[in-house]
């Protein structure tokens, strides 16, 4: 299935990018399409268009602080887990995803 | 309840996210600025430095925004858009007011609060699109405006002058205690108010010839953010990677007697933190002012070494102060760390 991300921390220069490579990779392994936006210290990277959100089946929501944009997300349900559990249980994250 | 703080840590989370580079980027150009200078009988003495002045004054103004950009995007956080204009200026009257980083954090949350009830008022089409550029910050800022320059900024002044009548009063009298309330008022707002009527005590005692005011303020000074970065390397399983990056920026700004090193700990997790950077900071003092170290310069930290008396014991006084900082931190964080917490379908 289509999978949209978006991955954001604290200090945003490590955790953002760690948590958006292990969905990435996890997404792969699963045989999922994913793109994943990262909002680190550099800002939105990767952004997630309107037409990415509208084709995606999920849409998962790894952060530790407010994710900017929201009102994108406004009219799609979204999984929110903290950061860590995408960096140390990226399999789990997508099991809740029902994926 | 547990829902509502989670929320709230997120807002703040949010907001010290953005203040973070301008407390490095402040932090490194002033740490940098007061190494290179000789410390002088009224501190860290510019005359014979323009350029290190410049960087001195570039660096103090990342540290002046660090306040408004802070309070404005943990309402940003909580308003969204409209709430940036309300924070930014409670942020920024803190500062005015002198209610410290403690000040922004509740005037970024009020800033927050008050523009998302606005953003609620049920208003004609007509209305609708001047709400979010005209009436909804105009309104919160009167409202953030008259909180913290009426209501948060009278009673701290008071608090402040009647702070440093207790503290004079208390200066002929038993100076261990005297020195247990200097080092806990330093730690508890890290360059708020409270810090500061420690620090213009003691700055002002240097004057009339006592140094051990500024001596005991000096050496609690710089353990906050020693402390913490100590913490972070001690039990490197406690924090995350980028605490550990944090900590090593506070080690820097400790050792140039910058206690505003440990806000970004003490703004994600104050009930934890500042309770034990407080305890580090007391014992500093207390050392201090029992082995009679004194203080010429009107600064803290190691940084002041050449200007300070029985040079052994200021050391130690640091060096204690800053291992019971971190002990006492890893210890409440390994006591009271949570279960993983599990992600929720919206």
């Known amino acids: 299935m289509k999978v949209v991300a978006v991955t954001a921390c604290t200090t945003g220069i490590a955790h953002t990018y760690m948590a958006a490579e292990q969905l990435e990779k996890t997404a792969q392994a699963l045989g999922h399409e994913i793109k994943v936006e990262t909002q680190g210290a550099m800002g939105i990277e990767n952004e997630l268009s309107d037409a990415d959100i509208a084709a995606a089946q999920g849409v998962i929501f790894a952060a530790d602080i407010e994710v900017e944009r929201r009102e994108r997300f406004d009219h799609v349900r979204v999984l929110e887990v903290p950061l860590q559990e995408a960096i140390k249980n990226p399999k789990g994250v997508f099991a809740k995803l029902g994926a | 309840m547990l829902e509502a703080l989670k929320k709230l840590r997120r807002h703040l989370l949010t907001g010290v996210s953005y203040a973070i580079p301008f407390i490095a980027c402040g932090g490194i150009m002033i740490a940098i600025a007061i190494a290179f ?24 103004t990342a540290f002046a925004l660090m306040l408004p950009v802070l309070a404005g995007y943990i309402s940003y956080s909580i308003a969204g858009k409209p709430g940036l204009v309300a924070g930014f200026i409670g942020g920024y009257l803190s500062g005015q007011v002198k209610a410290g980083f403690l000040g922004a954090l509740l005037a970024g949350l009020l800033a927050g609060w008050i523009v998302s009830l606005l953003k609620k008022v049920p208003v004609s089409k007509y209305l609708k699109p001047i709400m979010p550029i005209l009436v909804i910050p105009i309104v919160s800022s009167l409202f953030i405006g008259v909180i913290m320059l009426e209501v948060i900024g009278v009673p701290i002044a008071h608090l402040m002058s009647a ?12 100076s261990v205690v005297l020195a247990m309330l200097l080092g806990a008022m330093i730690a508890f707002d890290m360059g708020g108010p409270i810090n500061k009527t420690a620090f213009f005590f003691g700055a002002a ?30 039990r490197k399983a406690l924090w995350t990677e980028e605490e550990h990056e944090a900590g090593l920026a506070a080690l820097a700004m400790g050792m140039i007697g910058i206690t505003e090193g440990a806000i970004p700990f003490a703004a994600s997790d104050p ?14 003092s207390t050392i201090a002012m029992m082995a009679g170290v004194g203080d010429h310069a009107p600064h803290g930290g190691p940084i002041v070494l050449p200007a300070v008396e029985h040079r052994v014991a200021y050391v130690i006084a640091i060096l204690v102060g800053t291992i019971v900082t971190a002990v006492a931190v890893n210890l409440v964080k390994a006591l009271t760390r949570r279960a993983p917490a599990t992600g929720e379908v919206q």
Do not use: W, Y
């Open chain 2, 205 to 234: 005692m240097i004057g009339e010839g006592n140094l051990r005011i500024m001596g005991a303020c000096a050496a609690a000074i710089c353990t906050p953010p020693l402390g913490m970065g100590l913490a972070t390397l001690l």
């Open chain 2, 271 to 284: 009930l934890r933190v500042i309770p034990c950077i407080v305890l580090g900071s007391m014992t500093a």
């Open chain 2, 163 to 174: 702070a440093s009548h207790l503290l004079q009063s208390m200066s002929t009298g038993n």
């Open chain 2, 37 to 60: 200078v000789p410390i002088g009988p009224t501190g860290p003495d510019f005359s014979q430095a323009p350029r290190l002045k410049l960087l001195l004054d570039i660096g103090s």
